[in-house]
């Protein structure tokens, strides 16, 4: 059944051909770098399930990784082989194909129609390329030294979609606020309504600026992790594998309100 949802590898030659490596718009190679990292993965997938078809009727052996790769199916759980080459995730089987599915879609989508007007930030695979990459087109623009450039946040009306493209920066969607939500009348943060967990995050655009012209007044600064674990180890390239940056969110109460709440800003549910 995975196996028949699974889409083909992703041609990397026609996508290098359709948004090639150029100075202005450094999205594109954000673009290649995340397909590589999905085919990676999608390769192990599918060529993990074609064996264990194959080992259970006899025509290959089956080896420990791939009675893993079983045992861990039957219990619902993502197994170690995948877990490896995937990015974080706590999801159980059902919820990661599912997650996995609707990821691959979404740069689909970009590869078939071009940039979405609105990122889907947790789709990406390894977010601080794509955060960087909003940076570095900033950057260029203005030739300004990409070191001295910071985030400015603004959390738009829009829950869903936007039809024009800011001028500067990217409008991101897909966050999950935890211990706190979004008071739409108010436009700052506030208390959880009883009985829910998380919120859904509207749309949020990244304004990108010199940081050192922010002025940081009445605001909360939210850390947003990729999943609910709210923990990591900082990889090679100097970035953690869970903690993905901070946003500045308007606030009526002072900032330890929101500490004491352990309030966070989350990628994924487990679910």
Not at 85 to 90: F, I, M
Not at 104 to 123: A, D, H, R, T, Y
Not at 172 to 188: C, N, P, Q, S
């Amino acid at each position: 059944d995975i196996l028949s949802k699974l889409p083909n590898d992703y041609n990397l030659e026609a996508v290098m051909v359709k948004y090639p490596v150029v100075y202005q718009e450094s999205m594109n190679t954000v673009l290649r770098q995340e397909l590589i990292r999905f085919n990676r993965l999608t390769e192990v997938v599918r060529s993990s399930l074609i064996n264990i078809r194959k080992a259970i009727k006899g025509l290959v052996v089956m080896s420990s990784e791939l009675e893993n790769v079983f045992d861990s199916m039957l219990v619902g759980k993502v197994p170690n082989m995948w877990a490896a080459k995937s990015y974080p995730s706590l999801k159980p089987m059902g919820s990661y194909i599912v997650d996995l599915l609707s990821r691959l879609q979404f740069f689909q989508e970009w590869i078939n129609k071009g940039p979405p007007s609105v990122f889907w930030l947790s789709g990406f695979y390894f977010t601080q390329s794509f955060l960087t990459g909003v940076s570095q087109n900033y950057a260029r623009k203005y030739t300004i030294p990409i070191d001295h450039i910071g985030f400015e946040f603004e959390v738009l009306k829009e829950e869903k979609n936007v039809d024009q493209k800011p001028n500067d920066g990217a409008y991101v969607k897909g966050l999950f606020l935890e211990g706190a939500r979004w008071d739409m009348v108010k436009m700052v943060i506030g208390e959880s309504l009883p009985k829910i967990l998380f919120d859904v995050m509207p749309i949020i655009w990244l304004k990108p600026g010199i940081s050192a012209t922010f002025l940081h007044e009445n605001i909360y600064f939210c850390p947003v992790y990729k999943t609910s674990a709210r923990r990591g180890t900082l990889s090679t390239t100097g970035h953690s594998t869970n903690y993905v940056l901070s946003i500045e969110l308007s606030s009526d109460q002072p900032e330890h309100h929101w500490i004491n709440r352990g309030v966070a800003a989350l990628c994924q549910l487990d679910d």
